[in-house]
């Protein structure tokens, strides 16, 4: 028997409002649980070469600090002064992507460091990047189809 408070409209109404709460909150719950997740790796080494960023996780605005160093035995060629791109989550260039440029050498032992300031500057009005996860790629000389180094962070805020 339902109750002499409400009537049997609002005890319907309630229900249709409970079953559809319940659906959103599934749905929710499901997209959460279904997005691509990425690790945040803030070094990747290989054959002594290190890609390394200061940090995995920066406030909006914070300035990104990228740092390439040599430790193995021989010189490396990197194929411009800017050898990297940096990627969204979905794959998109947001910076610096194709930097024109003769190419650097860099001998064993020695860091070169880049400092990226979170502007989408692949954008036609260059503005803060959204909060996300960026993946940082370094482009060794003769190896322009795919990166030699990744580091991943995340921009929160």
Aim: without cysteine; proline residues 6%; glycine residues 8%.
């Amino acid at each position: 028997m339902i109750s002499k408070r409400f009537s049997k409209r609002t005890v319907f109404v309630l229900l249709v409002f409970f079953v559809a709460l319940v659906g959103v909150i599934g749905a929710y719950a499901y997209l959460l649980n279904n997005q691509p997740s990425v690790e945040l790796v803030r070094m990747d080494v290989s054959d002594g070469l290190i890609l390394e960023v200061d940090k995995t996780v920066y406030e909006r605005g914070e300035n990104v600090t990228i740092t390439f160093t040599n430790n193995s035995t021989e010189t490396v060629g990197l194929s411009t002064p800017v050898p990297f791109a940096i990627r969204d989550q979905e794959g998109n260039d947001v910076a610096p992507g194709a930097v024109i440029g003769r190419a650097v050498y860099l001998p064993p032992g020695e860091s070169l460091t880049w400092v990226w300031d979170q502007y989408n500057h692949r954008s036609l009005s260059p503005d803060l990047v959204p909060p996300g996860i960026y993946t940082v790629e370094l482009y060794k000389l003769l190896a322009p189809l795919e990166a030699d180094l990744r580091v991943s962070f995340k921009i929160v805020g």
